[in-house]
């Protein structure tokens, strides 16, 4: 089963393939910053260190969203309620204190 690691505290745990950051992190005993769960605050955006190329391919509605919130969408950052793993993973949640939803929101939307 894919790994999921989380940094900084390196907590991990063992998923079934197709799961959700997102709920990877609610077993793992992380506490994920998250809101909708269904791709519309921008909330649980995280940083992808390793295995990025185990996740899922992002849709467009993920891409629109991180644009919004002036995220890369490069594939180094993620939504966590979006991006499911196939393999092992390592993520970074202190990313999670680098943006503020709100403060993207406010501005104009191109
Ligand atoms: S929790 Fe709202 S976009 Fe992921």
Same mark, same amino acid.
């Given at each position: 089963m894919p790994r999921l690691t989380f940094l900084p505290s390196q907590k991990f745990t063992e998923v079934e393939p197709q799961t959700k950051i997102l709920l990877g992190g609610r077993k793992a005993g992380v506490d994920i910053r998250f809101g909708c769960a269904a791709c519309r605050c921008g909330m649980c955006g995280v940083r992808i260190?390793?295995?990025?190329?185990?996740l899922s391919p992002m849709k467009s509605t993920e891409v629109e969203l991180l644009r919004r919130l002036k995220l890369?969408? $490069?594939?180094?950052?993620?939504l966590a309620c979006q991006a499911r793993l196939d393999g092992d993973c390592t993520v970074d949640l $202190?990313?999670?204190?680098?943006?503020?939803p709100d403060d993207s929101f406010d501005d104009d939307e191109d």
């Open positions: 260190v390793a295995g990025q190329e185990t890369t969408t $490069d594939g180094s950052v993620r $202190d990313f999670q204190d680098t943006y503020n």
